[in-house]
Structures are given as C-alpha cells and as structure tokens.
C-alpha cells in the first residue's frame, strides 16, 4: 500500500507560479513512475505529467515548456513546478504512484488550483 498526500495548491494570478508537492508513504519502495492528474469542472481527468523510474518524463502538449515534474527520492517526494499559469490551468490536481509488479494505482486526495485573469 502506498499513502500519497498533496500540498500546495492555491489561488494565484495568471502568469503566476505555484509548486505542487507529493508526499509517499507506505511501500515506496515498489513505486515504478509517478504522475500529476488535474480534472476541472465537467471534465475529464486529464494527464499533466508523468516520471519514470528512471526519471524519464513526459508532459501533455498544453503545459510543456511551463510544467516540470521532478522527485526527490530521499524525501518520497514528487513536484510540479508550474510556471506563467493560465486561468485554463484551474483544476482540482491529483498525485499518482503506480507500483511493481502489477501496475497497481494509488491517488492522493487532490489539491485545488484556482488561476484568476
């Protein structure tokens, strides 16, 4: 089992910045690739940005070049260093681990992220 818990959400202005954190617990150790979700209102939850194990990542076309994912192994830490944000940007983030050998998927509970124009 793994716990993951978000922080960092918030209400900025467009342009602005914010840092979402990923917090695991639990059998970290069997954690293969994390991601950031974000579903807003009557939407679809969406892919943001994915790391591999081997700290691959890859990024959905509306927030490259403005999105990184990284992780900090020593903390069980995952991050989403959002830049130049967009009002289209506000949504409800989700925390993802999926785990060795079967894939399985854990979420967080999500954290908000409101742009204003």
């Known amino acids: 089992q793994v716990q993951l818990v978000e922080s960092g959400g918030g209400l900025v202005q467009a342009g602005g910045s914010l840092r979402l954190s990923c917090a695991a617990s639990?059998?970290?150790?069997?954690?293969?690739?994390n991601g950031w979700y974000r579903q807003a209102p009557g939407k679809q939850r969406e892919l943001v940005a994915g790391?591999?194990?081997?700290?691959?990542?890859n990024y959905a076309d509306s927030v490259k070049g403005r999105f990184t994912i990284s992780r900090d192994n020593a903390k069980n830490t995952v991050y989403l260093t959002m830049n130049s944000l967009k009002p289209e940007d506000t949504a409800v983030y989700y925390c993802?681990?999926?785990?060795?050998?079967?894939?399985?998927?854990?979420w967080g509970q999500g954290t908000q992220v409101t742009v204003s124009s």
């Open positions: 993802n681990a999926r785990t060795r050998p079967y894939g399985s998927e854990y």
């Open positions: 639990g059998s970290t150790f069997n954690i293969r690739s």
């Open positions: 790391i591999g194990s081997s700290d691959s990542t």
